[in-house]
């Protein structure tokens, strides 16, 4: 980042300028642009990339501060030293930029800032940088950079949520097993409360619905990690006998991939829908000419070898040969790439949208926005229990984390009486078979959900205290998922550290 000083570039532009014991020709180090004509106030700041080019988008945002308010040269100069800060942290803790940031980026991003050892920031002080990085993020979908659902403020609320949550242990919202079975049921399938079916329900594609709510809760993927799943990946043509580890590449949160595990139940949810929902839209798409809008910039798959997980064809928009593992696509070609069968296009995109296409966040955000309503509006009825006002996507992870914790660590402390019984007597061995119960199921879930830091995973222990065997013996075919998924992992002292 560089200060705009008017005076000093008129100069610099014409000779090279001392900075400590070196000259700098500007000229050459602009590539051209001259920022003494481009509308910038002195004393504002700019920012180069790495090639030395100034970043456009950070250039549009500060540039157009005045016309929105922000009049003062010390306030725009602090946004955007604010926003300077947000995006050297999404390079060093995910080697990723702002246009592929994700709420969860953000959060994090809020909880290291205020839970820092030293010198951590106040809420005062959080909630300017997020209004910064908010309305830098809203000059992008203004230009066209992003679309509204996308980017670490398009799920619904997401700015008042960060600005209003506690940093810490209130940052972890999930969903008890029986509130997660009846927001699936009621808010998704359009059952009543009572568990009759509502004749009256229009709510789309309730199985494809249901069973995004599902993958996200029973395997802690990310919503962008779901949406962007293929069918090579999923493999649902061979038989389902048990849960399948699956790798999340390219879509993968800052690029870094991880394996998750799909359960055997959410596997056979999966092939339900793809043999029905699924087949319906393409086929709706295929008829309406909706798929053949698409033919000029599709990724025609010619080839897939389902054992290496590759396709090849041919990319029209490009005009070349395409071929790649399917984890190294990216979500943009994973949306473009499509083959012909029995005479009509098939996404390779696993959830699809109306239009046949890859389905889009902002899509999966309004499923559980309607859902919320839905559940909010049948409250007083016979059957209802307590739910939250509002449940996003990202809850469903949680939900994730936080069961598989506690089902590890008391699957774990079940299995092992003497364990059980050293930590009842507090004794020295005891100490230390406590030390492996707690560790190794901390670092299973963190494999399992790729957190980048053990910080964000042991959050989830101080809410162990509000699960206990009733609530997950009460709900019977998830809690299944639950226990299956702790047989299929790793052993103690055979798990790796985590990722």
Same mark, same amino acid.
């Given at each position: 980042?560089?200060?705009?000083?008017?005076?000093?570039?008129?100069?610099?532009?014409?000779?090279?300028?001392?900075? !400590?014991?070196?000259?700098?020709?500007?000229?050459?180090?602009? /590539?051209?642009?001259?920022?003494?004509?481009? $509308? @910038?106030?002195?004393?504002?700041? *700019?920012?180069?990339?790495?090639?030395?080019?100034?970043? @456009?988008?950070?250039?549009?945002?500060?540039?157009?501060?005045?016309?929105?308010?922000?009049?003062?040269?010390? $306030?725009?100069? $602090?946004?955007?030293?604010?926003?300077?800060?947000?995006?050297?942290?999404?390079?060093?803790?995910?080697?990723?930029?702002?246009?592929?940031?994700?709420?969860?980026?953000?959060?994090?991003?809020?909880?290291?800032?205020?839970?820092?050892?030293?010198?951590?920031?106040?809420?005062?002080?959080?909630?300017?940088? %997020?209004?910064? #990085?908010?309305? *830098?993020?809203?000059?992008?979908?203004?230009?066209?950079? #992003?679309?509204?659902?996308?980017?670490?403020? !398009?799920?619904?609320?997401?700015?008042?949520?960060?600005?209003?949550?506690?940093?810490?242990?209130?940052?972890?919202?999930?969903? %008890?097993?029986?509130?997660?079975?009846? *927001? =699936?049921?009621?808010?998704?399938?359009?059952?009543?409360?009572?568990?009759?079916?509502?004749?009256?329900?229009?709510?789309?594609?309730?199985?494809?619905?249901?069973?995004?709510?599902?993958?996200?809760?029973?395997?802690?993927?990310?919503?962008?990690?779901?949406?962007?799943?293929?069918?090579?990946?999923? +493999?649902?043509?061979?038989? =389902?006998?048990?849960?399948?580890?699956?790798?999340? /590449?390219?879509?993968?949160?800052?690029?870094?991939?991880?394996?998750?595990?799909?359960?055997?139940?959410?596997?056979?949810?999966?092939?339900?829908?793809?043999?029905?929902?699924?087949?319906?839209?393409?086929?709706?798409?295929?008829?309406?000419?909706?798929?053949?809008?698409?033919?000029?910039?599709? =990724?025609?798959?010619?080839? &897939?070898?389902?054992?290496?997980?590759?396709?090849?064809?041919?990319?029209?928009?490009?005009?070349?040969?395409?071929?790649?593992?399917?984890?190294?696509?990216?979500?943009?070609?994973?949306?473009?790439?499509?083959?012909?069968?029995?005479?009509?296009?098939?996404?390779?995109?696993?959830?699809?949208?109306?239009?046949?296409?890859?389905?889009?966040?902002?899509?999966?955000?309004?499923?559980?926005?309607?859902?919320?309503?839905?559940?909010?509006?049948?409250?007083?009825?016979? !059957?209802?229990?307590?739910?939250?006002?509002?449940?996003?996507?990202?809850?469903?992870?949680?939900? *994730?984390?936080?069961?598989?914790?506690?089902?590890?660590?008391?699957?774990? &402390?079940?299995?092992?009486?003497? %364990?059980?019984? %050293? @930590?009842? +007597?507090?004794?020295?061995?005891?100490?230390?078979?406590?030390?492996?119960?707690?560790?190794?199921?901390?670092?299973?879930?963190?494999?399992?959900?790729?957190?980048?830091?053990?910080?964000?995973?042991?959050?989830?222990?101080?809410?162990?205290?509000?699960?206990?065997?009733?609530? =997950?013996?009460?709900?019977?075919?998830?809690?299944?998922?639950?226990?299956?998924?702790?047989?299929?992992?790793?052993?103690?002292?055979?798990?790796? !550290?985590?990722?």
């Amino acid at each position: 980042m560089a200060k705009f000083d008017l005076a000093v570039l008129h100069r610099g532009l014409s000779k090279p300028v001392r900075v !400590g014991d070196d000259h700098v020709d500007l000229a050459e180090v602009l /590539g051209g642009f001259d920022p003494t004509v481009c $509308g @910038l106030d002195d004393g504002l700041v *700019f920012l180069f990339e790495d090639d030395g080019r100034p970043n @456009l988008d950070f250039f549009r945002w500060v540039s157009g501060m005045a016309s929105r308010g922000k009049r003062s040269i010390e $306030g725009r100069r $602090g946004y955007a030293y604010d926003l300077a800060g947000w995006f050297d942290f999404l390079e060093d803790a995910y080697r990723t930029d702002y246009l592929s940031a994700e709420f969860e980026c953000l959060e994090e991003y809020g909880r290291e800032l205020r839970t820092a050892s030293e010198n951590p920031v106040s809420g005062e002080t959080w909630n300017r940088k %997020l209004a910064a #990085i908010r309305d *830098f993020y809203r000059s992008l979908v203004r230009n066209g950079r #992003i679309s509204s659902g996308d980017g670490p403020f !398009g799920e619904p609320d997401a700015y008042r949520e960060l600005r209003s949550r506690a940093v810490g242990v209130r940052a972890v919202r999930y969903l %008890l097993l029986p509130q997660l079975r009846y *927001f =699936i049921q009621v808010g998704i399938r359009g059952y009543r409360p009572d568990g009759t079916i509502d004749t009256a329900f229009r709510g789309g594609y309730p199985g494809r619905d249901s069973c995004m709510a599902k993958v996200l809760a029973t395997t802690g993927m990310r919503r962008n990690e779901m949406r962007s799943l293929t069918t090579v990946e999923a +493999d649902l043509d061979g038989p =389902i006998r048990q849960g399948r580890r699956l790798m999340i /590449g390219a879509p993968a949160k800052g690029g870094r991939p991880g394996e998750v595990i799909v359960p055997r139940r959410t596997l056979a949810e999966l092939r339900a829908y793809v043999e029905g929902d699924r087949d319906v839209i393409v086929s709706v798409a295929n008829s309406t000419g909706s798929l053949a809008r698409q033919e000029s910039t599709m =990724i025609v798959v010619e080839e &897939i070898d389902q054992r290496r997980q590759t396709v090849k064809g041919w990319d029209r928009l490009a005009k070349r040969a395409f071929a790649k593992p399917v984890a190294a696509m990216s979500v943009g070609e994973r949306e473009r790439a499509y083959r012909r069968d029995a005479g009509r296009w098939e996404p390779l995109a696993l959830f699809v949208g109306e239009g046949g296409s890859m389905i889009s966040g902002n899509l999966v955000n309004r499923i559980f926005e309607t859902a919320n309503r839905r559940i909010w509006s049948r409250r007083a009825e016979v !059957g209802a229990i307590e739910m939250p006002a509002k449940v996003t996507p990202h809850w469903m992870r949680h939900t *994730f984390g936080m069961h598989l914790m506690w089902t590890l660590m008391h699957d774990l &402390i079940e299995r092992d009486d003497r %364990l059980a019984r %050293l @930590l009842r +007597d507090h004794d020295e061995p005891g100490m230390r078979a406590y030390g492996q119960s707690v560790m190794w199921p901390v670092q299973v879930v963190q494999e399992l959900m790729r957190h980048r830091s053990l910080k964000t995973t042991w959050l989830y222990l101080y809410h162990l205290g509000e699960l206990d065997h009733s609530v =997950i013996s009460s709900v019977d075919d998830l809690a299944e998922v639950f226990l299956a998924l702790g047989q299929q992992v790793a052993k103690p002292g055979a798990a790796d !550290g985590a990722r």
